[in-house]
């Protein structure tokens, strides 16, 4: 069984920066993709950036140049540094991993102030 457990989020001025983490569970992690999605209530989710096994990224074109995604195999954790927030990266984000089938976790509260 797969968990995914968020931390990092917060209330952050524009300008400023939070880091997410999410920490995974299991022996499968350095195998698969992880990533990183932002929902705003009423609005799909979308990708915001992702990580390969091997280390390739890619980045939603809205954040690009101030988000970066890492991770730390060592440790079953996927990073999310995010620099230079602005109100619109208000959301709530989750983590996901792509194995048998999407796994999410439970979501975590980002919010920016102006």
């Known amino acids: 069984q797969v968990q995914l457990v968020e931390s990092g989020g917060g209330l952050v001025q524009a300008g400023g920066s939070l880091r997410l983490s999410c920490a995974a569970s299991?022996?499968?992690?350095?195998?698969?993709?992880m990533g990183w999605y932002r929902q705003f209530p009423g609005k799909q989710r979308e990708l915001v950036a992702a990580?390969?096994?091997?280390?390739?990224?890619n980045y939603a074109d809205s954040v690009k140049g101030r988000f970066t995604i890492s991770r730390d195999n060592a440790k079953n954790t996927v990073y999310l540094q995010m620099n230079s927030l602005k109100p619109e990266d208000t959301d709530v984000y989750y983590c996901?991993?792509?194995?048998?089938?999407?796994?999410w976790g439970q979501g975590i509260q980002v919010t920016v102030s102006s």
């Open positions: 996901n991993m792509k194995w048998t089938r999407d796994y």
């Open positions: 299991g022996s499968i992690f350095r195998f698969v993709t």
């Open positions: 990580i390969s096994s091997g280390g390739n990224t």
